[in-house]
Each structure stands twice: as structure tokens, then as C-alpha cells.
């Protein structure tokens, strides 16, 4: 949901009076787009139609029977995106598939953010421009309560560098790789700041919790802190993108996954392709992307 952001905002600055429903499977479609104020409504599709499928028949139904004045598929490789697109009801539909051609020439159109919004812009035409970035929106009121407990997690009034070591399947990383991480990253950075861990929902430590950390499981909680951080360092993950759409330098982790599909991109986020750079290397990395 965070990578569809984009597209959204740009859909606010060419249709301002517009509203979008979002059809997606899960429930943060509402958390995430909660102060867009084009925002309509959430069509959810549940992740286990067999327990679900009253709710499934539903939101299909939604679908089908609703007239809309444009459809974009953000992911053409989705078949419940490509078969929504087919069946509901609009004048204007961008596949996504037809675009491709027109869009290589944007040497970044892999990535998963960005692909729609090319796609979006070759299907009418629209001159290239500065692409929007990832953006979590928070409240006033959630940014001042965010900035309350980021002050309380601090010990020494030094800026926080955020990490998240948790991630699925062969993205994470283990507790024996992260200590040595904190270690050359504890060397090269604490004497001007604090690091401190945010935990996932699953309340995973890589450290075993010997760190000092931060838990939640309200994501907009998570993103009013990180939006006061430092830096955020962690692979892959949902996490990763929470951090760089809080608008946080964020510096993703990757050795499985395609950088060029996931990479956090805006400001002074970055990638390090950890399979083939030393934990000094990193350091380097960090230290020239971070302070320069």
C-alpha cells in the first residue's frame, strides 16, 4: 500500500476534485491513505476467501457493478489486479502491460512505485516530471505525540539512527550478522548519536531485546517516530518502506530481493547490496550517503 502512494499523489495533483478507491487485499489499505483527502473509499479482498467469502464475494461485487471514470492496475503482475481491471466498469483503463514499451525508457521502471506511475503518464501522454516519493501522512497532532516518545527513547538528547532486524523468509538477517553491524556501526557513529531498535509486530529482537528498543503495533504511531529519526537501517520489509514514506533518511538492507524493484528512493535514502561489500565498506557507505 505504501508503494501505491505515489501514483495517488499523483493522481491528486492532475484530478484534485477526484476520489480513489483503493482495491487491494488486506486491512491497511484505511491506516495508510487515512489523510489523503482523495482518498474514497477501500475495497478489501481478503487474504483467505475459504473463512471469508461473503466478504470476498463482496468486495468483487463492488467492482463489477461500480462505474468508475478511470482504472489503473498497479501491479500487472497481479491476476486479481489484471481481472479487476477487466471486469469493472470505465472508459479509461491502464493495464499497465500495454505501457511497458513506452516506459523503458526510464531506467528505473522496475521499480515497484514507480512502474504505475509511468505507466499512468504514457497512457495520457503526460510529460515527464519529478516523480512523487513514498509519503506516510500524519496529522499535526500524530507528528507532536511522535516527537513526545521519540524524545522519551532518547538517554543523551542525540539524534536516533533507528534499526529493524527483523524481515521474511531469506531477507533476514541473524543475530550473529546484526552484532557484528552494531558493532562497527556503535564505532563509527555513537559518539553523536543514539541507536535504538523498533521491533515488528511479532516482538523479534535480533539482539534479544538487549538493545534498547521501541514496540508497537499501531503503524502510525511507528511512522510519527521514525518521522523524527536520524537514519532508519533495515532490510527489505514493510518496515523499510513505513521508514522511508515518514519521510526518515532510510538505507535498506538487500541480498535477496531486486533493489531495483524495493530500493528507497528520495533524499538521502539509499540501498547496500550487502552481498558483496564488507561491514567497513558499509560504514563507508553509510557515513557518505548519511553526512555528506
Known sequence: ?????????????????????VFAKGVLVDIVFENYSNFGTSIKLSRKPAKDFLGY???WTKIVTSKYDLIINVDPGSKSGTIATKLAKSKYKVFGTAELKAITQFSDYRHMAKYPVYAY????KIPTREISPL?????TAEQEKGLKTYKSLQESNKPLICLFTYA???????????NTFYEALSNRFSAEYEIIEILPVENISQFNHKLKHFYSKDVREIAAILNHAALFIGADSGMMHLAVSSGVPTLGLFKVTLPEKYTPYGGKSDYINTNDKSVDQMMAQIENTFRN
Do not use: C, H
Open 135 to 139: 509519503q506516510f501522512r500524519l496529522s
Open 57 to 59: 464475494l463482496k468486495a
Open 121 to 124: 503518464w504514457s497512457y495520457f
Open 168 to 178: 521474511t523468509g531469506q531477507k533476514i538477517y541473524d543475530s550473529s550478522w546484526w
Open 1 to 21: 500500500m505504501l508503494l501505491v502512494t505515489p501514483l495517488v499523489q499523483e493522481l491528486e495533483r492532475d484530478f484534485p476534485n477526484a476520489k480513489i478507491d
